[in-house]
């Protein structure tokens, strides 16, 4: 089994910054991709990032240019740097990684963006 943690959601002013974390535990072979989605209310769930094992990244294009996707191989730990946020951004923050061919989801994290 894997397990995904993750970690640095919360409030922050419009214009503010925000990192988030997440860490993958357990019975790892191998991490082909490790990315965050996330869910608003009364929307569906969209792509926020992703990054493949190669280091290959993908951003949604609501958050092209304001985020930044990056991870360490050695901690099996994927990071979200959320910069300019937007009231929009507003949602539960879901980190997912693909281990073993296998797709795996965090409990999520709120970040909300207000003043």
């Known amino acids: 089994q894997v397990q995904l943690v993750e970690s640095g959601g919360g409030l922050v002013q419009p214009g503010g910054s925000l990192k988030l974390s997440c860490a993958a535990s357990?019975?790892?072979?191998?991490?082909?991709?490790m990315g965050w989605y996330r869910q608003a209310p009364g929307k569906q769930r969209e792509l926020v990032a992703v990054?493949?094992?190669?280091?290959?990244?993908n951003y949604g294009d609501s958050v092209k240019g304001r985020f930044t996707i990056s991870r360490d191989n050695t901690k099996n730990t994927v990071y979200l740097q959320m910069s300019s946020l937007k009231p929009e951004d507003t949602a539960v923050y879901y980190c997912?990684?693909?281990?073993?061919?296998?797709?795996?989801w965090g409990q999520g994290t709120q970040v909300t963006v207000s003043s």
């Open positions: 997912h990684a693909l281990v073993n061919t296998r797709l795996y």
């Open positions: 357990g019975s790892i072979f191998v991490i082909n991709a």
């Open positions: 990054i493949i094992s190669g280091g290959s990244t």
